[in-house]
């Protein structure tokens, strides 16, 4: 095949390994399925409809795939959890729902590659025994859905998809349902009730389980978008090779979103681990801006704990663990989780000290407040008391006792909800308050020590 050319201005960068976004802003591609046919598309899935089923999860799970979605757990494991016992339909759903502040990669993959992710959708709806998909796509995303369509349509013409693909015995259908932009379809349960036709709350886990008891009660695998593309990109290659990118438990390539205070923000795939948060700061996207200094980065999406820039961490264990700064943290799964935070979806999002902290923490709880689904109390209440209490922070007429019933709010979120979103909530205030108290103090005003603060003066004083 010839050298990929890209578009002027966007080339990727040296340190870039690029697998999924290969085809991103590429000089004369297009998403048809002419073009997607003369690089060999779909050459994958006839080749893994020439396997056994199980043989295909095994490729997954060799390749050591995890999750790009949030959670970062392994996608042939979670394949593996249908019942084998199960004679109900299986079901496959694409999370295309891309919700989390600071991530901005898989609209990529719907508008300029849809049928590599059909393609991928079809590998493992072979793998799993699904013969009934679902795209839910966020309904911001309205060309996004068209090109799914036009691209599905496509298939269907080819015999990609359909009755009988390819001569093979295995029948799929693939359907793009649009969501309507809530944060908490992002969850998987959440999804699936909304899917079908309900109220997007939550199901408690145990027992309902996707890939036991998932859309219609029925065993139901959710991934997401990058997620489901690298399926085809394992089967290509196979998993051994497709293992040898990355480093040990963080295999293949992620692509990451950097925003905020950068010089060249935007997505950038990299091998996961191979690339430290200075190298990816200073390096890829050009460092800093000028004159300014590094004050903390949110390395996993906006749910994702703070990490201060002059915090040292401890990554390893025994004999192995080290203390490094900020700047030495490896961007894969299991050493941002040793310095207390997570890969979560890829939003990097950088922070300088021109930023205000009060401010910041104030725009992700007023957004965690809009997103509550409102099914438990602890977070429908507490959400909402964290953005006004931190309204009033940044507006200066908190207490200083203020920031440790902001604390206290947060903590009692953390670990009594449904789903997660109780955490992605809480977590941005609890990581906050312990790193920048000090911050978030000075912004209170001392003349309000002492207040006594009830209900209704605490209302009054957050619409101040």
């Known amino acids: 095949m010839s050298r990929v050319i890209y578009k002027e201005g966007r080339e990727p960068h040296p340190r ?80 295309a729902d891309e919700s989390e502040p600071g991530t901005f990669k898989d609209r990529y993959i719907i508008h300029q590659d849809p049928h590599q992710l059909i393609e991928g959708m079809a590998i493992s709806c072979f793998a799993v025994g699904a013969h009934l998909a679902y795209i839910y796509i966020r309904e911001e995303f309205p060309e996004g859905a068209q090109i799914l369509e036009k691209a599905i349509e496509e298939a269907h013409k080819k015999g990609f998809l359909g009755k009988d693909i390819q001569g093979s015995g295995f029948d799929l259908e693939i359907y793009v349902h649009r969501g309507a932009g809530a944060y908490i379809c992002g969850e998987e349960t959440g999804l699936i009730e909304s899917l079908e036709g309900k109220r997007p709350y939550p199901r408690i886990k145990p027992p309902y389980f996707p890939a036991a008891m998932g859309l219609y009660l029925c065993p139901t695998i959710v991934n997401n978008v990058e997620t489901l593309c690298h399926v085809k990109h394992i089967m290509e290659i196979g998993s051994e090779k497709w293992s040898q990118t990355g480093k040990p438990n963080n295999t293949g390539t992620r692509i990451l979103c950097v925003s905020g205070d950068v010089k060249k923000p935007g997505y950038y795939e990299v091998q996961v681990g191979h690339v430290t948060m200075g190298e990816l700061i200073n390096d890829i996207c050009g460092g800093l801006k000028d004159g300014r200094e590094l004050k903390a980065v949110i390395p996993g999406g906006s749910s994702a704990k703070v990490l201060r820039a002059d915090e040292k961490f401890t990554i390893g264990r025994g004999d192995d663990a080290k203390e490094i700064s900020i700047w030495d943290i490896p961007m894969d799964f299991d050493s941002l989780a040793a310095c207390g935070s997570m890969a979560g979806s890829g939003g990097v999002i950088v922070i300088d000290d021109s930023r205000s902290i009060s401010w910041v923490l104030n725009n992700i709880n007023n957004f965690y407040a809009h997103e509550s689904c409102g099914q438990c109390t602890p977070c429908r209440e507490g959400s909402l008391w964290m953005k006004k209490i931190t309204d009033r922070v940044v507006a200066g007429k908190a207490s200083p006792a203020d920031i440790d019933t902001l604390d206290s709010v947060a903590r009692n979120i953390d670990g009594r909800t449904i789903c997660a979103f109780g955490e992605a909530s809480s977590w941005p205030t609890e990581s906050f308050v312990e790193k920048f108290r000090d911050e978030l103090v000075a912004d209170t005003n001392p003349e309000l020590e002492g207040v006594v603060v009830n209900a209704e003066t605490f209302t009054a004083a957050a619409n101040l």
């Open 16 to 95: 870039e390994h690029r697998v999924v976004f290969k085809n991103v802003d590429r000089e004369g591609w297009d998403p048809s399925m002419d073009m997607y046919l003369s690089e060999g598309g779909y050459d994958q899935l006839k080749k893994a409809l020439t396997l056994k089923p199980g043989e295909v999860t095994d490729e997954v799970k060799k390749a050591g795939l995890r999750g790009r979605g949030g959670a970062g757990f392994p996608a042939g494991v979670k394949w593996g959890f249908i019942p084998p016992t199960n004679e109900k339909p299986v079901y496959l759903i694409c999370n």
